[in-house]
């Protein structure tokens, strides 16, 4: 078992929480309440731009350019088709502009927002990839399952399309691959640390999903 997967099995109760999550689950059946959607994807929006500059701290930290190419590419990916998706859905869901650009932040979200700045900011290479690996692993693994109802809704379906295909599969066995590659070479208390992060962005999905799915 590679060090991703370690850290994925020590969080395995709180991963299936998050993938198997009524939040997603309703996602991919196309009967998730649209203020449930409307509060998440106003939240998630504003992950996106903290996401961006995490990443770029990767690119600038990554010890290959085989690593450095991996982020760049999601970088590429976030900043142009999934921005397209955000901006369609809020014009379905009448958000205001305000809500687009500046909304009040859970705070869960802004824990989570705390969590990528400290990765990039403070952290190292292999915390940068601790923390964005589970969020986009859970990301891909729900999707998948939910990926063959194929829902009649844009904002339901894209969603799932948009975790669910090839190229985002690639990318995140790609993250997999570089957690692998640094495990063996950490002391005891740098895979205790990289554990945390892991644990933590797991722990935050599972939160997320919940407040945006009860509207707490």
Request: proline share 5%; aromatic share 12%; with cysteine.
């Amino acid at each position: 078992m590679g060090f991703a997967d370690e850290l994925r099995a020590a969080s395995a109760d709180l991963w299936e929480r998050a993938v198997g999550h009524p939040f997603t689950v309703e996602l991919g059946d196309g009967t998730l309440h649209d203020a449930a959607m409307r509060r998440y994807l106003i939240q998630d929006y504003q992950f996106v731009e903290t996401l961006v500059s995490m990443a770029g701290y990767g690119v600038a930290k990554a010890p290959t350019m085989a690593a450095k190419a991996l982020l760049s590419g999601f970088l590429a990916a976030v900043t142009s088709a999934e921005n397209t998706y955000f901006q369609r859905c809020f014009d379905a869901l009448g958000v205001p502009e305000a809500d687009r650009r500046a909304p009040v932040l859970h705070p869960v979200a802004a824990d989570f927002l705390a969590a990528m700045r400290d990765a990039g900011e403070n952290g190292g290479y292999g915390d940068v990839i601790a923390t964005l690996l589970p969020a986009e692993w859970i990301y891909l693994d729900w999707a998948k399952r939910q990926e063959p109802k194929r829902p009649a809704s844009f904002i339901h379906w894209e969603w799932i399309e948009l975790h669910a295909n090839p190229g985002f599969e690639a990318f995140v066995m790609g993250l997999k691959a570089e957690l692998d590659a640094l495990g063996p070479a950490l002391s005891p208390a740098d895979r205790a640390s990289t554990g945390e992060r892991f644990r933590r962005m797991v722990e935050l999905e599972v939160a997320f999903f919940d407040a945006m799915y009860r509207g707490e």
